[in-house]
């Protein structure tokens, strides 16, 4: 059943869904050139933490989530102008706006009742900072991750084979979101969105999910590679994003 959502999107209530594999996303890597001035630039304005440092890459904590910072030097590389969001306790939206209105041209909207502010980080990627619910302090969390994708009714697939639902979509521009449980996915065909925003291309993400070979066999015969690692099982899907099932 849809109903008019926010946007002139479409919301669908589903009655049934495929059970949810996902339950937690461990990391968003973004590809940048000079480590030292990207660090800096989480650290200093949206006062992120260093958690660990690598070679070519160092990884921040945003909530129970990595944003990792990652030189291209290898396969997978992070991702390009990525737009994702990260939401902030709802009491601390008006002090964050004030805040980075001294340094940033905002861009902001409202979704229902909450709010978002847009700015763009150092390599172009569109960051988005979204009033929720949560308690504490500062950036709580990933909550949104928009991908480029070439082929919108095929990425579908892919990505509900996982287990996520689409939840609305794009009247006038090809756009679909589904819920990831921990967190939404948007699929956008080539486009501008809100403040400018592009679908990140080549993206790297961690997801946490109950059993990583379960995960593999949904999506097997859809995937361009399949590596075991460290980490878990690593597939690039058709669009050549990256995804870890840890």
């Not at 009033?131 to 990933?142: L, R």
Request: with cysteine.
């Amino acid at each position: 059943m849809a109903h008019e959502g926010v946007d002139g999107w479409d919301v669908y209530t589903l009655p049934h869904r495929s059970a949810r594999m996902i339950t937690t996303i461990e990391w968003l890597a973004l590809e940048v050139k000079f480590l030292d001035r990207a660090e800096a630039f989480y650290r200093d304005h949206l006062d992120l933490e260093t958690v660990a440092e690598r070679e070519h890459e160092v990884a921040l904590a945003v909530g129970d989530t990595d944003l990792v910072l990652r030189r291209p030097t290898a396969l997978p590389r992070g991702g390009l102008h990525t737009h994702y969001a990260l939401s902030i306790p709802a009491a601390e939206y008006d002090a964050w706006d004030d805040r980075l209105s001294e340094t940033f041209d905002l861009d902001e909207h409202t979704f229902g009742s909450a709010r978002s502010l847009y700015f763009d980080d150092t390599t172009g990627n569109c960051v988005e900072l979204g009033e929720s619910g949560e308690s504490g302090s500062g950036a709580c969390g990933v909550f949104e991750v928009v991908l480029e994708v070439a082929d919108l009714g095929r990425a579908e697939a892919f990505y509900t084979a996982l287990g996520m639902a689409p939840v609305d979509r794009g009247n006038d521009r090809r756009r679909v979101r589904l819920d990831a449980g921990p967190f939404a996915l948007e699929l956008w065909e080539p486009q501008l969105g809100l403040a400018d925003a592009r679908g990140g291309v080549h993206v790297d993400l961690g997801l946490g999910v109950e059993d990583p070979e379960a995960a593999l066999e949904r999506v097997e015969d859809r995937v361009s590679t399949t590596e075991r690692t460290e980490d878990g099982i690593r597939v690039c899907d058709p669009d050549g994003h990256f995804l870890t099932f840890v």
